[in-house]
């Protein structure tokens, strides 16, 4: 189909980065008051919740801060970590639309949820946000029956930056023989900052791939682009990985990230399922006040998220990721 017609009429605001960006942080303040503003046009707010709680995880230079919620119903419930995208250098755990989706996952996918505010590029360069998910995962660990969690019991999920991250973190935990994450869920993933598998230029798009090329020099710095914790599409084995959501959208540059991964990882053996936002772009995903396919979205993901939450909630999700890992 072709793009959403609501989507139309925005194609003159969809304006594109700088070559280089002098001042990230003016950036970022500049972005974030545009987000805010644009949320009330085209974005539901999430749910009520029965706590929300800022906390700081790490120490020193390598602090961060989340935010945990908690749903209704009664408890143990199983842990969700959060990522919010904005090329690793925007966007924030604290903005209106990270707190929509988190709210939204804590109370139709029945878990705690920790939206996880990671430290932004260029300053914090690549790979320090896979090492603050994977800090946060110890620490969801270390405090599960402060925070009324089921232990063992956590999934993780991401969107496009963010679900970099989260596939990279997923990658780490592997190698190291540890099965803490039972679940993943990526969100039209940016999946390969080497930039050789072919995509669109997309300079029609919301996001194009010059656009890409910007976000991923900033956040890899000196860094080495094929490096599977930079590029999770470029892992040689990708067995062993917790069963995975990917949601790709239809007009995305990056949808071919998410669907070579898809098949990658289902011919690891690995359980994945594919959605495919017809008429969606980069962006319009989060937009649940203007379209309805973007509530269909968001429905599907939170479906995925319940359904995992529910197999960990019964046992069987624990049981299956042992077993994975013991023939991993």
């Given at each position: 189909?072709?793009?959403?017609?609501?989507l139309i009429?925005?194609?003159?605001?969809?304006?594109?980065?700088?070559?280089?960006?002098?001042?990230?942080?003016?950036?970022?303040?500049?972005?974030?008051?545009?987000t805010?503003?644009?949320?009330?046009?085209?974005?539901l707010?999430?749910?009520t919740?029965?706590?929300r709680?800022?906390?700081?995880?790490g120490?020193?230079?390598?602090?961060?801060?989340?935010?945990v919620y908690?749903?209704a119903?009664?408890?143990?419930?199983p842990v969700?970590l959060?990522?919010?995208?904005?090329?690793?250098?925007?966007?924030s755990?604290?903005?209106?639309?990270?707190?929509?989706?988190?709210?939204?996952?804590?109370?139709?996918?029945?878990?705690?949820v920790?939206?996880?505010?990671y430290?932004?590029?260029?300053?914090?360069?690549?790979p320090?946000?896979?090492?603050?998910?994977l800090?946060?995962?110890d620490?969801?660990?270390d405090?599960?029956?402060?925070?009324?969690a089921?232990?063992?019991?956590i999934?993780?999920?991401?969107?496009?930056?963010g679900?970099?991250?989260?596939?990279?973190?997923?990658?780490?935990?592997?190698?190291?023989?540890r099965?803490?994450?039972?679940h993943?869920?990526?969100?039209?993933?940016?999946?390969?900052?080497?930039?050789?598998?072919?995509?669109?230029?997309g300079?029609?798009?919301p996001?194009?791939?010059?656009?890409?090329?910007?976000f991923?020099?900033?956040?890899?710095?000196?860094?080495?682009?094929?490096?599977?914790?930079?590029?999770?599409?470029?892992?040689?084995d990708?067995?062993g990985?917790?069963?995975?959501?990917?949601?790709?959208?239809?007009?995305?540059?990056?949808?071919?990230?998410g669907?070579?991964?898809?098949a990658?990882?289902?011919?690891a053996?690995?359980e994945?399922?594919?959605?495919?936002g017809?008429?969606?772009?980069?962006?319009s995903?989060?937009?649940t006040?203007l379209l309805?396919?973007?509530?269909d979205?968001?429905?599907?993901?939170?479906?995925?998220l319940?359904?995992?939450?529910t197999a960990?909630?019964d046992?069987?999700?624990?049981?299956?990721?042992?077993?994975?890992?013991s023939?991993?």
């Amino acid at each position: 189909m072709p793009i959403d017609p609501a989507l139309i009429h925005l194609r003159p605001s969809w304006t594109h980065l700088p070559v280089t960006i002098d001042d990230p942080q003016l950036f970022r303040k500049s972005v974030a008051r545009a987000t805010d503003e644009g949320f009330e046009k085209f974005t539901l707010p999430g749910p009520t919740v029965s706590k929300r709680k800022v906390v700081q995880i790490g120490s020193g230079n390598e602090m961060f801060s989340a935010i945990v919620y908690w749903p209704a119903t009664e408890g143990p419930h199983p842990v969700h970590l959060f990522l919010h995208g904005g090329g690793w250098t925007i966007g924030s755990a604290f903005s209106r639309d990270s707190e929509a989706v988190s709210r939204n996952r804590a109370v139709q996918g029945n878990c705690i949820v920790v939206n996880v505010d990671y430290r932004k590029a260029p300053e914090h360069p690549y790979p320090a946000p896979v090492h603050d998910l994977l800090a946060a995962i110890d620490w969801v660990a270390d405090h599960s029956t402060e925070l009324g969690a089921l232990a063992g019991a956590i999934t993780v999920g991401g969107q496009s930056s963010g679900a970099n991250i989260v596939a990279a973190a997923t990658l780490a935990l592997r190698d190291e023989g540890r099965n803490d994450v039972s679940h993943q869920i990526l969100e039209v993933p940016v999946l390969d900052l080497s930039h050789t598998i072919p995509r669109e230029q997309g300079d029609e798009l919301p996001l194009s791939l010059s656009d890409v090329h910007t976000f991923s020099a900033m956040y890899l710095n000196a860094g080495d682009p094929n490096d599977p914790l930079a590029s999770p599409l470029l892992a040689t084995d990708l067995q062993g990985l917790p069963p995975t959501y990917i949601a790709v959208a239809e007009y995305d540059v990056l949808r071919i990230d998410g669907e070579q991964y898809a098949a990658r990882l289902r011919t690891a053996g690995v359980e994945t399922r594919l959605y495919l936002g017809r008429g969606h772009v980069h962006m319009s995903p989060s937009m649940t006040r203007l379209l309805p396919s973007a509530r269909d979205w968001q429905a599907a993901t939170t479906q995925e998220l319940l359904r995992a939450n529910t197999a960990l909630q019964d046992g069987t999700g624990r049981l299956l990721s042992n077993a994975l890992q013991s023939l991993a």
